[in-house]
């Protein structure tokens, strides 16, 4: 039986080969994610989508892809899939779920300090040819004797404190479901309410799933609350952020600085999200701001990629992958 596999945007080519043992592939090997029209023809007849925070899989993708098996996200967050839809058309949908973790954590650490020791603005200034030498300038904050609260406890929360134990830092956290005992002394951390955490923090990290109840839930009010001159940092979703509120505390001075990996535009699933970057976002030297990066380490994205082909492999052989978050649902009808 031949098993078609639609993968939505460039893998690496061993990754890719795996796949083309199986069955034909449809890959695109743009930069440019394919249209919703497009997407949706090219998998009219696949088995099997191979799919990344770019795509939107809907009842309207589905109604025309009448031979899906599988959706593989080589991803961790799936808010742009609709699990329920799937499940009812007898569709698997799987994750990657623990890969990007430590790299994520990682660019984290470097947002953080990036942002407190003004990168940024000193690698414009000597590519500006405004640089003479030292001067007493671009002075900053520093993770040392500094405290960082961190807003969720999931794995990447967990992968901050632990990467933070090399600094000299105090470490505040907020969740609703604690730590054990062992893990709070294991990473020097301190549950608080968020209220405490906001108030005492020096560096505020988004490490939080987006959900109805976190959809932008850093807004005026939350940033009002934030000590005068603290650090925000963002590498989870960008639409956990109000962009506007974020910008106007920057101006303020609220906010010694903003740093970000995601952003509100790219959350495909959000009817309201903005057509880009907010602007005062952009224009302000108090930002840092990467390209969504935060699992962008070669050998890590090609784990990643081929834990989605495990996933695709697997369904191609009739078998449920255990990344399956449907499993349950699934495994109670007569899948495949």
Request: include cysteine; charge should be negative; proline fraction near 5%.
């Amino acid at each position: 039986m031949t098993f078609k596999t639609v993968v939505a945007n460039r893998i690496h080519q061993p990754v890719l080969g795996r796949l083309e043992a199986r069955g034909p592939v449809d890959m695109n090997a743009g930069d440019t994610p394919w249209s919703a029209d497009d997407l949706a023809r090219r998998c009219s007849d696949a088995q099997a989508l191979m799919a990344f925070m770019t795509e939107t899989v809907d009842a309207a993708l589905l109604a025309r892809c009448p031979d899906l098996r599988i959706v593989a996200g080589a991803l961790k967050g799936y808010n742009n899939i609709d699990v329920d839809t799937c499940t009812a058309r007898g569709v698997a949908v799987s994750i990657v779920p623990d890969l990007l973790t430590e790299p994520t954590a990682e660019l984290t650490i470097g947002l953080m300090i990036g942002i407190a020791r003004n990168l940024g603005q000193g690698d414009r200034l000597v590519r500006g040819g405004g640089f003479e030498g030292w001067r007493p300038t671009l002075y900053g904050g520093s993770i040392n004797g500094a405290t960082i609260g961190i807003i969720g406890a999931g794995a990447v929360g967990r992968s901050v404190m632990r990467q933070l134990s090399g600094f000299r830092c105090s470490r505040l956290y907020v969740d609703t479901r604690p730590l054990s005992p062992d893990q709070e002394t294991e990473f020097g951390a301190e549950r608080v309410d968020l209220p405490d955490l906001l108030a005492r923090s020096d560096f505020v990290v988004l490490a939080v799933h987006l959900m109805a109840d976190t959809h932008r839930f850093v807004d005026a009010g939350f940033l009002g609350r934030m000590k005068p001159g603290a650090y925000l940092i963002n590498p989870a979703r960008g639409s956990l952020i109000d962009e506007a509120a974020v910008a106007a505390a920057l101006k303020t001075g609220r906010l010694a600085g903003y740093a970000a990996d995601t952003f509100a535009f790219e959350d495909w699933a959000c009817s309201d999200r903005p057509a880009g970057i907010h602007p005062g976002l952009l224009n302000s030297e108090r930002t840092l701001l990467t390209p969504h990066i935060g699992s962008a380490v070669t050998r890590v994205r090609q784990a990643i990629e081929n834990s989605a082909a495990d996933s695709i492999l697997a369904a191609a052989d009739g078998r449920l992958p255990e990344t399956v978050v449907n499993r349950t649902e699934l495994l109670e009808t007569a899948w495949p």
